[in-house]
């Protein structure tokens, strides 16, 4: 894939899928914008910019910074996103609307702040990351699930919106990836080594995922290369959502 001169906005770059994702398209050639509350320190074709999801004026802010740096926006990739864990009766409401503000209103105060670049691209393009749980409920999920749902039905329905403007979306659904986030899960068990060979189990390809292995799916969505690619979920989940291997 080449990414050359191709300027791509990623949010929640700070670690885990995004951080892999800035990496995968700087290597490939692209010119980065990596947004996190914490971003990656700034290095040759790479800036790096403090930007929140939940703040409208933020996104906005974090555009305009990348404009004056690059001249304007081709590739958004909205990754930012938080988990939860817990059935319908676990979180109260606080957590619900925290969920919800970052995983699926996050996306929109994103997409409506660079979209203006995004229409002045010739090979314009957004790439959601949702989740295995949009589509596969598993236990303890299901603010988490709710939320990726969302994000899939609003992914769809940015596509169908931005066709004919030739802006593709399309979303990435990974499984369980071996990022921070989920060790921080893994920790918080009262058998963390327990627990991640449980997590393991519950693979058919035996393993987690790895961010990298994300960065490339996110990657093949977002190359201009493939522009007749549109209104596309990628499940990266090691088959967990199409088939199970008796134990």
């Known amino acids: 894939m080449s990414f050359d001169d ?15 994702t800035a ?7 692209g ?7 914490a971003p990656p320190p700034p290095r040759a074709g790479l800036i790096s910019v403090v930007a929140d999801v939940t703040d409208r004026a933020s996104m ?5 910074a990348m404009e004056a740096a690059f001249g304007g926006c ?18 109260d409401d606080d957590e619900w609307h925290r969920v919800y503000d970052v995983n699926v209103v ?35 999920r299901a603010c988490y699930g709710a939320s990726k749902g969302a994000v899939l039905a609003l992914t769809m329905a940015m596509a169908a919106d931005l066709a004919p403007q030739r802006i593709r979306v399309n979303c990435v659904c990974p499984g369980t990836v ?35 292995e994300i960065a490339a799916a996110i990657a093949f ?6 522009g007749y690619v549109t209104g596309t979920a990628l499940a990266i989940d090691g088959g967990i959502s199409g088939f199970q291997i008796p134990r």
């Open 178 to 212: 071996d990022t921070p986030w989920v060790g921080r899960l893994l920790d918080r068990a009262a058998d963390p080594a327990l627990a991640r060979a449980d997590l393991v189990a519950r693979q058919p390809i035996g393993r987690l995922g790895t961010a990298p």
């Open 106 to 140: 996050g996306i929109v105060r994103t997409v409506s702040a660079f979209l203006p670049l995004l229409r002045r691209s010739s090979c314009g393009a957004i790439v959601t990351t949702a989740s295995i749980v949009s589509t596969t409920g598993l236990p303890q």
């Open 6 to 20: 191709v300027a791509v906005a990623i949010t929640g770059a700070g670690s885990g899928i995004g951080l892999a």
């Open 74 to 91: 081709d590739i958004l990739i909205a990754n930012a996103g938080v988990g939860s864990v817990g059935t319908v009766e676990d979180n």
């Open 31 to 37: 010119r980065i914008a990596a947004l996190d509350l």
């Open 221 to 226: 969505l977002a190359d201009p290369a493939n």
């Open 23 to 29: 990496e995968r398209l700087l290597d490939d050639g």
């Open 60 to 64: 906005l802010r974090a555009a305009q």
